[in-house]
Each structure stands twice: as structure tokens, then as C-alpha cells.
Nanobody, 121 residues
Framework: QVRLVESGGGLVQAGGSLRLSCAASGLIFSRYSMGWFRQAPGKEREFVVAISRSAGSTEYAESVKGRFTISRDNAKNTVYLQMNSLKPEDTAVYYC??????????????WGQGTQVTVSS
């Protein structure tokens, strides 16, 4: 059974930092691209960032460029999201996702349960 488990969410003041982790099991981690998505109250889920299988390519949403950094450690089967200069509008449930081919929609891949990030002003 494939499991993706997010951790590291919590409360932080605007301007602060937080690092999220997503631990994967039940899959050959290095064969999957990994992504982070978020869903704020009253809004649809949105793409945040993704990283390729070997970490050679990354893609960021414009709203987080320069502030967020994705990385992965294939030896630990873990993907990270370092979030700096956090803003109240970053408040959301953050989800980790995995897909094995880029042409496959993220929605058809694997998803974690989410971790809450709340940024206060």
C-alpha cells in the first residue's frame, strides 16, 4: 500500500519559516515526480511546486517563487518544502502528491492526508 505522510505544519507568524516533509512508502520513490499542493479555506486546490524524479527539474507557482524551495532525498524516500517569508495568504492545508509520468494528471496519482499551515499577521 502506498502511503504519503506529510508533517511539519503548524502555526507561524508572517515573515517566518516552516519546513514541511513528506515521507513516502510502498513505492519506488525515485521513479516518481513529487509535488506540493495547497487548499485554502473557500478556495480550490492549487499547485505549489513540483520536483522531478532525479531532482534535475523543478517548477514553482509564481506566488511562491523566491520564497519556497522544494528538495528531495531519494535515499530517505522524502520530499521537503522549505517555506520562507511566509504570508497570511499561504495559510492552507498542504498536500504531498506523487506521479510516475509527467503526462499523468496529479489527481490520478497518490496523495497524502495533508498538513495544516497557518500564518498569522
Amino acid at each position: 500500500q502506498v502511503r504519503l505522510v506529510e508533517s511539519g505544519g503548524g502555526l507561524v507568524q508572517a515573515g517566518g519559516s516552516l519546513r514541511l516533509s513528506c515521507a513516502a512508502s510502498g513505492l519506488i520513490f525515485s521513479r516518481y515526480s513529487m509535488g506540493w499542493f495547497r487548499q485554502a479555506p473557500g478556495k480550490e486546490r492549487e499547485f505549489v511546486v513540483a520536483i522531478s524524479r532525479s531532482a534535475g527539474s523543478t517548477e514553482y507557482a509564481e506566488s511562491v517563487k523566491g520564497r519556497f524551495t522544494i528538495s528531495r532525498d531519494n535515499a530517505k524516500n522524502t520530499v521537503y518544502l522549505q517555506m520562507n517569508s511566509l504570508k497570511p495568504e499561504d495559510t492552507a492545508v498542504y498536500y504531498c502528491a506523487a506521479r510516475n509520468w509527467d503526462y499523468v494528471q496529479w489527481e490520478s496519482g497518490y496523495w497524502g492526508q495533508g498538513t495544516q499551515v497557518t500564518v498569522s499577521s
